[in-house]
């Protein structure tokens, strides 16, 4: 019988085998146009990276809703809601996926926020959090803008599956949230519907941005946000939740909110609970958040609502992973949010005879922050995560997901 907590996993560790195909990737790119958002190279029929453009509708209509290819909010009449397609990547069959846009436009001009969601395929209390916000709002009195899109990795969402089913060059399953700001020649479907979104519809349309998330299939979390605290103007949007945990973290390259972050836009992601299902009283938490930061921003009025001092909100800078050593059935030990001390019993494992196989400890003083829910695990699985705060975290850490 093991008795082992997890170990913090290092990048080198985690991403050696995605470095080794970056490399290769690399050389059959190198003399290749890049449209990615750093660069200012563009194709002929889309706008210079990060540089606002005028909309440019395809002509085409997807149930009765007009279809754009580039999206600039200031072309829209205000005091609307306005529903659009956007033209996403093409698909081997010549056929694009298209992402649905809201856009709430009010009557006088203010503050761009962009609300995103459906960049994992499983995370339905995401899409339905930005539902219920745009479905609250009145753009004949508000001041400003608020653009949703709720449906980012179409081919993953089709099948409710985290990744992107890629198949361009060979079978391959992507996380498109590890693709962003994307490339729009690049190598892999999720890559070039990464570079297009955030070249011609994300970035040119956002003051501030907000991605929201859940858990990934399998594994449950708390409802807490990920944003860097450090930067104030990310730290006074986090604060505005009524939500339990903050991990305090910039987390690591590709993710959406922090490709905003490097071109100068403030962004944060919420994570809401248990992913392929509808979480209703943590989704109305996260609601009444976004609707403080849009009071925040001067977009609509009113009173705020409950924040993270109403409700005793846990501030942590790292995570503690805890992986499985052995094969069997899991038995959690502690539940979401319960505080734990270093040396704590959080999970047993059992065998097919019943008998315990492994135990598992914490090595740190935090909250539960995120729990295995499927019953089985395999060696290497994450079972729990302990959201805790050190004076001097970690640089460059990759959690496993």
Known sequence: ?????????GRRDFMIASVATIGASAGLVANA????????????????????SATVYTGDVIQGRKVVSALDVNDLEPGKKHHLYFQGVEMPSGQHWYVSVTVAKGTQPGKRVV??????????SSVHTVHSVMNQLDPALMSGTVMAVTDVSRAAIE???RRWPNAGRGADLIDMNREWPGNENGLTAPSRHAGLLFNRLLRPNADAAIDFHTGTTGFDVTAFNIGGMDVPEVKAMVEL???SQVFD???????????FMDVGIPAFTPEIGAARVLDLEMIALFVEGTMNVLKHHGIVAGPMGRTGKDVGVFVGNSAFPILATEGGIVEH???????VQPGQKVAIQRD???EVVAEYTSSVAGEVTGQRSDALAEPGNPLVFILFHEDVPGQDETYPE
Do not use: C, I, W
């Not at 146009?33 to 606002?52: K, Y």
């Not at 459906?118 to 339905?124: A, P, R």
């Open 159 to 161: 099948g409710m599956q």
């Open 33 to 52: 146009p890049s449209a990615s958002a750093q660069g200012s190279t563009h194709t002929a029929a889309g706008p210079a990276s990060g540089a606002a």
């Open 115 to 124: 609300l995103v969601s459906g960049v994992h395929g499983d995370e339905m």
């Open 241 to 243: 939740y009524p939500v």
């Open 1 to 9: 019988m093991s008795n082992k907590s997890g170990e913090r996993l």
């Open 249 to 259: 973290n910039h987390v690591y390259p590709g993710v959406l909110h922090n490709a």
């Open 333 to 339: 030990l502690v539940k979401l949010n319960d505080k």
């Open 352 to 354: 097919s005879f019943g």
